[in-house]
């Protein structure tokens, strides 16, 4: 059932880490940039999650980056919960491995060898549901990617 803490609302639910490891499905249909360039195609990335009992959380995802070309993020991070006043909000970070920026695009990421470079990713989430979330990822001096994820049974 929602929670009854200040900030409670019909369109939220208690995040907390799983009891048991669980899997998340995720998919961001949406990426606002920072700044203009005209090479900047729309992005859209699908991926999965895994989190443990303390919320650190592994996973992957496969997306065409900002320009165009077949990208991938392999991470590890942590989910923070119960760090606000509102019970359905929760934090994120991630560190990984990002490969895809290639060619011209090499220069766009920092320390690319080869298309491999360092990744990060912060974020913000609200959970509406017990299996749906929405969240707000910053994707460093790039832009912000608006993402929802579902958990699996």
Known sequence: ???????????????AAPSEPSWRLIVAPYTIHFSYN????????VGME??????????GTVFDNSFGQPSFYAFAGQRLYRWSRWDALYAEW??????????EYKHKVPLNVGGFSPGAVAGVGWKFTKTLAGQVNVLGTSGLMFQLSVDLP
């Open 50 to 59: 895994h989190e443990h009992e303390n919320g650190v959380v592994w996973g």
């Open 1 to 15: 059932a929602p929670t009854t803490s200040p900030g409670a609302s019909p369109w939220s639910f208690p995040a």
């Open 94 to 103: 991630t560190v990984g491995i990002l490969y895809g920026y290639t060619g």
């Open 38 to 45: 005209p090479a900047h195609k729309d992005v859209f990335l």
